[in-house]
């Protein structure tokens, strides 16, 4: 299979640039995964598509202001660092740009020196470790100097720090947002749960290999970075229930998936447990828990993109995204959203 296979055309101005002022006012493209049948919709009235028993999983991930600008020692060269990984206490694998002036024993400053890092080694594909030292709280300090690490295809600035946050999020970890989780508000969560749908709530830390570029021409020669994930023994009780009872369980956002996917036995069944995951799920994958999926609309021949083609097949969501750009959807993480799940006109 060829990431070519995965290319579809989107005009530009069709990428969302800004959130919505209501989260839950975005539109919902349903598509039964079976059928490849369609219809459209708004995302507050997802619960029209759920049933009593249902689970949703969701990601309570919290992204950091992991965006720094700072400056060398010495020189003062502008310099840019996107934080990756916590490897220790105060280690951290780091995006540097430019890179060719980050080698191992470069001093660096942020804020006026409130922040200062050392580089210490240089580890998979440039990515450079960075020794950082300061007083007080790190994540004070981050918090205050940091910024919002959106993508590179969001030129607005973002006013308010929340909106790249899910309203669940609890977690600090994540270099970029769950952003399927971005549509739901407390109000219609709370619906959710009134209706008699279940929430578990796991935990996956979204690092940047998720939305890497696939390079390699042959989808299975393409390599994940690794993400800690989490699941509590609570949240594993619930997806466990839920399957043994005839329940759907519906995962909001591909890191959902992937985390309950790489956490089941053969058999389906969740454990708690934690660790590090670097599954990539492609078509051909068969799903051992996963019965729907809440997503958004993703890049050109992203994993993401084939992870969605995975659950409802390639033809199906090709044409969903072909009817998507031509009824005027928005793309990408403040876009609209997809619903995908089965015999959606027999709700």
């Not at 209501?22 to 459209?40: F, I, N």
Request: glycine share 8%.
């Amino acid at each position: 299979m060829k990431t070519s296979d995965f290319y579809f055309d989107l005009p530009e101005d069709q990428i969302a640039q800004d959130p919505l002022e209501d989260r839950s006012a975005s539109r919902l493209l349903v598509l039964d995964k079976e059928t490849g049948a369609y219809e459209h919709t708004v995302f507050k009235k997802i619960t029209d598509y759920l049933h009593p028993g249902d689970c949703l999983v969701l990601n309570n991930t919290k992204v950091i202001p992991a965006r720094l600008y700072g400056a060398k020692k010495g020189t003062g060269a502008r310099i840019e660092i996107l934080l990756l990984k916590r490897r220790e206490h105060d280690v951290w694998e780091t995006l540097v740009k430019p890179g060719k002036k980050a080698k191992p024993g470069t001093r660096l400053e942020f804020g006026d020196g409130l922040l200062t890092g050392e580089v210490i080694g240089i580890v998979d594909e440039g990515n450079r470790l960075i020794q950082f030292s300061y007083e007080g709280i790190f994540e004070e300090i981050l918090d205050r100097l940091g910024q919002m690490p959106l993508p590179p295809y969001i030129t607005h600035e973002l006013k308010d720090k929340n909106r790249y946050q899910t309203v669940y999020a609890k977690y600090d970890g994540s270099a970029a947002a769950p952003t399927a989780g971005l549509h739901f508000t407390p109000e219609l969560l709370r619906q959710v749960e009134e209706m008699g749908v279940a929430i578990a709530e796991v935990t996956l830390h979204v690092g940047l290999g998720t939305f890497r570029p696939v390079k390699a021409e042959d989808v299975s020669d393409h390599h994940m970075h690794s993400e800690f994930y989490q699941i509590t023994e609570r949240a594993a009780d619930i997806i466990n229930r839920t399957k043994e009872s005839g329940g759907r369980v519906i995962c909001v956002g591909t890191t959902s998936c992937r985390t309950i996917e790489s956490a089941a036995d053969e058999i389906g069944q969740i454990r708690p447990c934690s660790g590090w995951t670097d599954i990539f799920i492609y078509p051909g994958y068969r799903f051992k828990v996963l019965d729907g999926l809440i997503t958004n609309f993703h890049l050109p021949e992203s994993t993401l993109l084939m992870l969605v083609s995975a659950l409802a097949g390639r033809e199906h969501v090709l044409a969903a995204y072909e009817e998507a750009v031509r009824a005027g959807y928005r793309f990408f993480s403040f876009g609209d959203a997809m619903l995908i799940e089965q015999d959606i006109f027999a709700v």
